[in-house]
């Protein structure tokens, strides 16, 4: 096999024009690997802890490991595949930059609000979210 594909498009802006894809490398196909199964493992790990999470503020803490790495390894991942498959393309690494960046300030905001939210209720966070009651304090 050459690795090479050859796409004529269909409509649109490109149509008539030829595009080539190339297969990606044992190297790019690795590290994409990598990267994907990091992302997505902590996508997972950061779920099951949110689950397992005793109260509420401290399921809103869980959200940053997801949203803070494992969502970037994702776009890392995607990044690389592209630069393996179409060659480097600036668009693509600045909307991977933009990406990136953007998902690091919406988490950071919106754990801000949600603690926020989650103190200007009024409710007990300490309180165990299965519903159980909480020790009793010695008097």
């Not at 690795?30 to 994907?36: D, N, Q």
């Not at 401290?58 to 997801?66: E, L, Y």
């Amino acid at each position: 096999m050459s690795g090479v594909t050859t796409l004529l498009a269909a409509g649109g802006e490109a149509a008539g024009q030829v595009k080539e894809f190339h297969d990606p490398n044992w190297f790019a196909a690795v590290l994409i690997g990598v990267l994907a199964v990091c992302g997505s493992v902590m996508v997972l790990g950061s779920a099951v802890a949110m689950y397992l999470a005793p109260d509420a503020l401290s399921q809103i803490n869980m959200v940053g490991p997801a949203v803070g790495v494992g969502l970037p390894l994702l776009v890392a991942a995607n990044l690389v595949y592209s630069w393996s498959t179409e060659g480097f393309i600036l668009a693509e690494f600045v909307k991977a930059i933009v990406a990136i960046v953007a998902l690091l300030v919406v988490a950071a905001m919106g754990s801000f609000i949600m603690g926020r939210a989650l103190h200007a209720t009024h409710w007990d966070h300490t309180v165990p979210l299965s519903g159980g009651e909480r020790a009793k304090e010695p008097r």
